[in-house]
């Protein structure tokens, strides 16, 4: 038998719709907690697509496609607003 994970210790694809709130509620919203999740977030992603012995393409191009998926949502109001135009 798994032995019981307690539930600030899970992670949020684990944790249970019902549970989501107490969940919210345990996490540190401080400026120095949103901080170390960024850099656990930044250390996982490195080990597991760039620091790797044999690497591919999949890190780097996760990566410039998030550039270009956000670069597009920066950009949409106005290129919204030049399809709308009629060239006369």
Do not use: C, E
């Not at 550039?67 to 949409?76: E, R």
């Amino acid at each position: 038998l798994p032995a019981a994970v307690l539930l600030k210790d899970m992670k949020l694809m684990d944790v249970k719709l019902g549970q989501l709130g107490s969940w919210l509620a345990m996490r540190d919203f401080t400026p120095g907690g949103i901080w170390g999740a960024v850099q656990r977030g930044y250390s996982r992603y490195y080990n597991k697509y760039i620091n790797v012995r044999k690497g591919g393409l999949g890190g780097i191009s996760m990566v410039l496609a998030g550039y270009i998926v956000l670069s597009y949502m920066w950009s949409y109001s106005h290129i919204k607003h030049d399809r709308r135009r009629k060239y006369h």
